[in-house]
């Protein structure tokens, strides 16, 4: 061998001996391997550092063996491999079990009570590579095993015997118990404490005859209770008193169920001068009618020249309350009130086909349809992935501010027109739910019936193919029938979901596979719907016979459509949503106070504003779950 050759390095394997000690729970520590010369063979610190992931799940068996390992000498497993510094070697935890795990656990609880030397031990087995006689790499290490007469000479590591070891246990346990045991004691001392001062408290609060209380802390006196049996000897006594003295009773002191300040009063007086229902809270006050709106401002303002200003000498109710404050919350109650009976009456239909979001800020929206994946293409052995065409459709909409103020004019307080400012806010109520019902029946109605422009530069509603751009393929000319409500549920069915909006993938997504769930309809074919899709039969000409339809959808009449014959399709908005409705302070329009008894518009314009105001922004995201008839 020249001196520029390397060295000639191969795989060798060898047996080595290793030491054990039992721990605590009766598993062992045992060391694997450690620095210096074995067999010949020289390991040095850094290649057993190197190799300490190699030793973790081993299996420990009964002898050594040169051919494939049998279950039946299975006796441990070792876990948990750590460099110790100090001995230069490799530690680790073996667990015994299996059919070898008895005797392995007897033989080394045998030995660690032997005070000579024994011969039973660990022996490693392992596959290194070396450079003459020093160990360059461990490659693989096959297994532990308990031998007899390993090399080396390895044995058990002396530890502390079992029994010390139970002794220690034992001793540990009597000190536990005795603390234990006066831990016990403390408690027992404060519950009885405790006890006692419960007893008295509970006495006090009963309100008994003295002799009956004597007889009750005669019986609890120096004993622990739970509350529920002091508690249920008081009732017993309490139910014997009440049918000893017939009309008497006894009773426990008054409980505070609610407080209440002149605010709350007031604002109770003011629901009913409005005919509102008052708040749970101040429903069981009783408190006096107010004639009109002209007694509310006059005593809490004390205008009662009505200059428009406040004069506290003047002022009746004594309170932090106002009147435009009062008032604006009544206003509000009436709006959500009319709100209600409106959309019973049929103007919240748009609830059912769209999507209502509340919004943090008023900057505008982009609703972004996200595109699926159409299909996962093959992949073949060691190729690479390709990515997935995946893209978006954006649609942008923005807040509009709609609103005004209510004039409460000193003319009409002074007029006592009460009625006049209810109806004042049963129309902001109706106004606001006819303004979304009316922005929502739009997109249906905009541009001659095809709506809005999309992103993809196609109307909402066209009959162009779906694999173009722009293409929709979501209009009809028929008129409402059942054959034409199947034609548009099938176009809505087979409609493509978006993979990505650019050549050669227009149209070219899966089926969406989603049946309308609304059919939208004017006034003029409110019967022809309910007919088709709420009722037992079909009628023909010839015949009659059982609605297959019925129940498929739900038929929705939008009271600004004016057209007699044109109808819409819709799906369910929980399943494929469509148009959104998005809110900045609440769906409802928002009054508030827009001054105060000393605002400028009092003095100057003799009347308080309550500011109207309502943030709304409605568009449409997706054309596919939408179908248009636009009959001639």
Not at 352 to 365: A, G, L, W
Request: charged content about 20%.
């Amino acid at each position: 061998m020249s001196e520029t050759q390397p060295p000639y390095i191969t795989e060798h394997q060898a047996r080595f001996a290793a030491e054990g000690q039992p721990n605590k729970n009766g598993t062992f520590e045992v060391f694997c391997i450690t620095a210096g010369n074995g067999n010949g063979w020289e390991f040095p610190p850094e290649v057993l550092q190197n190799s300490l992931p190699l030793w973790d799940n081993l299996a420990c068996f009964i002898d050594h063996a040169w051919t494939n390992r049998s279950i039946r000498d299975l006796a441990g497993h070792i876990s948990a491999p750590f460099w110790d510094q100090d001995a230069q070697g490799i530690k680790a935890t073996l667990t015994a079990f299996g059919p070898g795990g008895e005797l392995l656990s007897i033989l080394g609880q045998t030995i660690l009570k032997q005070s000579a030397p024994s011969k039973v031990g660990f022996s490693a087995d392992l596959l290194f590579k070396a450079n003459g006689k020093k160990v360059t790499e461990i490659t693989k290490v096959l297994s532990l095993d308990l031998v007899y007469n390993p090399a080396r000479g390895g044995a058990f590591h002396t530890a502390l015997s079992q029994l010390e070891s139970e002794k220690k246990i034992m001793s540990d346990e009597t000190e536990k118990q005795q603390q234990l045991n006066t831990q016990t004691e403390q408690a027992d001392k404060v519950m009885l404490k405790l006890c006692e001062n419960l007893l008295e408290t509970s006495l006090a609060a009963a309100h008994l005859p003295n002799p009956v209380s004597k007889r009750i802390r005669a019986q609890f006196a120096g004993k622990t209770f739970t509350p529920e049996e002091l508690d249920q000897t008081i009732k017993d006594h309490q139910d014997m008193l009440s049918d000893l003295q017939a009309a008497q009773t006894v009773s426990g002191p008054a409980r505070i169920t609610s407080m209440y300040n002149e605010k709350d009063k007031l604002q109770a007086a003011v629901d009913d001068l409005f005919g509102l229902e008052r708040d749970d809270k101040l429903k069981a006050l009783d408190v006096p009618g107010l004639s009109g709106i002209r007694e509310l401002y006059l005593s809490l303002t004390g205008d009662y020249d009505l200059h428009g200003g406040y004069y506290p000498d003047r002022v009746q109710l004594a309170t932090t309350a106002d009147f435009t404050g009062l008032v604006k919350n009544a206003l509000n109650k009436i709006v959500a009130q009319q709100w209600t009976m409106l959309g019973r009456a049929g103007y919240d239909w748009w609830k059912s086909i769209t999507s209502q979001e509340h919004f943090t800020s008023i900057q505008d929206i982009t609703g972004t349809l996200i595109g699926t994946v159409g299909d996962l293409p093959v992949v073949a052995e060691g190729a690479e992935y390709t990515e997935l065409v995946v893209g978006d459709s954006p649609e942008t909409a923005s807040f509009v501010k709609y609103g005004g103020y209510i004039p409460l004019t000193l003319e009409l307080i002074d007029r006592d027109q009460t009625r006049k400012l209810k109806a004042y806010a049963r129309e902001l109520g109706s106004a606001g739910l006819r303004k979304i019902s009316k922005l929502v029946s739009e997109i249906f109605t905009a541009n001659a019936g095809v709506g809005p422009t999309m992103a993809d530069t196609g109307a909402l509603f066209n009959a162009t193919a779906v694999t173009t751009k722009g293409g929709h393929n979501n209009l009809l000319t028929t008129a409402l029938s059942i054959a034409a409500w199947d034609a548009a549920c099938t176009a809505v069915y087979n409609q493509p979901m978006l993979i990505k909006n650019a050549t050669g993938l227009y149209g070219t997504g899966p089926k969406m596979a989603i049946n309308p769930k609304f059919c939208l309809v004017p006034r003029a074919l409110q019967n022809t719907a309910w007919q088709m899709l709420k009722g037992e039969f079909v009628r023909e000409a010839t015949y009659v016979y059982d609605n297959v339809l019925k129940g498929s959808a739900v038929p929705v009449t939008v009271p600004e459509w004016t057209d007699a014959n044109d109808w819409a399709a819709v799906c369910d908005p929980a399943v494929a949503p469509a148009i959104f409705v998005g809110e900045r302070f609440g769906i409802m329009p928002e009054i508030f106070v827009a001054g105060d008894e000393l605002s400028p518009a009092v003095f100057m314009n003799d009347e308080h504003r309550l500011k109207v105001r309502h943030f709304l922004a409605v568009w449409v995201n997706d054309f596919r779950p939408l179908h248009k008839n636009n009959v001639a």
